[in-house]
C-alpha cells in the first residue's frame, strides 16, 4: 500500500502528479495533482491505493474524499495537443497545467514514473508511484475519475464505439465500432489503430 514516507522526508510543501489516458485511441490525456493534509480521516488514508487496482465504484466513493479534504488541481492536453506533441509531451503539459491549477503552489512535486516536467520547483520521477506514495496514489485516483467521467459523457454524444465501457481504450468494440463508423473528433489520429483504419478506408475508396 502507498504510504507517506517520501512525502515526509522532503521537507516542503508536497504534492503528487499522476496522469491517465496515455493509452486509449480517443479522448484526453489527464493529469491531476494533490497536496495531502496533515492528517487524512482513517477510511481515506487506509482505502487510497493506485486507481489501476481498485474499482469503478471505490475509486468514486475515494474521489469524492480526496475532493473534500485535499487540495488539488486538474490538467488536460486535447485530442489536438496529443497529436501535435505526441502522448509523452503531452502528458507532461497536462502535468504541468494540473501543478499550476492548484490553489497553493508546492514546494516539491513527485510524479508518477521516470520522467517528470519542468515545475517552477524540485520535483522527483518515482517508478510506480501511484503503487508508493500517497499523494501520487490520491492523483492517480483524481485523474482517472475525472477521464472517465469525460468519456463516459461522450459516449451519447458518439453512439456506436462502446465508451461508456471502455472510456476511449482499444476494446473490440471499439474497433469494431471504428472499422464500421470512422473516427470522431475525439479520435487520436496519429495512433496506430486509427491511422491505419483511416488509410484503409482510403484504399476502399480509391
Given at each position: 500500500m502507498p504510504d507517506r514516507r517520501l512525502e515526509k522526508?522532503?521537507?516542503?510543501?508536497?504534492?503528487?502528479?499522476d496522469e491517465a489516458g496515455r493509452g486509449p485511441l480517443a479522448g484526453p490525456v489527464v493529469a491531476a495533482a494533490v497536496i495531502l493534509p496533515a492528517r487524512l480521516p482513517r477510511g481515506l488514508s487506509s482505502g487510497i491505493d493506485d486507481s489501476k487496482k481498485l474499482t469503478r465504484e471505490r475509486r468514486e466513493e475515494l474521489f469524492a474524499g480526496i475532493r473534500e479534504c485535499c487540495s488539488f488541481g486538474v490538467g488536460e492536453a486535447s485530442v489536438a495537443e496529443i497529436d501535435r506533441l505526441n502522448?509523452?509531451?503531452a502528458a507532461m503539459l497536462a502535468m504541468q497545467r494540473a501543478v499550476m491549477a492548484l490553489p497553493a503552489?508546492?514546494?516539491?512535486?513527485?510524479?508518477?514514473?521516470?520522467?517528470a516536467p519542468k515545475f517552477a520547483c524540485a520535483a522527483t520521477a518515482v517508478v510506480e508511484g501511484d503503487a508508493r506514495?500517497?499523494?501520487?496514489?490520491?492523483?492517480?485516483?483524481?485523474?482517472k475519475v475525472t477521464r472517465d467521467r469525460f468519456m463516459i459523457a461522450r459516449a451519447a454524444e458518439f453512439p456506436g464505439y462502446g465508451w461508456e465501457n471502455n472510456v476511449g481504450y482499444g476494446t473490440a468494440e471499439h474497433l469494431a465500432g471504428l472499422k464500421r463508423l470512422g473516427r470522431t473528433p475525439l479520435h487520436r489520429a496519429h495512433f496506430a489503430p486509427v491511422a491505419q483504419l483511416e488509410l484503409a478506408f482510403v484504399d476502399a475508396a480509391e
Open positions: 522526508t522532503l521537507g516542503a510543501l508536497v504534492c503528487g502528479v502522448i509523452f509531451h503552489a508546492p514546494g516539491h512535486v513527485i510524479v508518477d514514473g521516470n520522467h506514495c500517497l499523494s501520487v496514489a490520491a492523483a492517480s485516483i483524481i485523474a
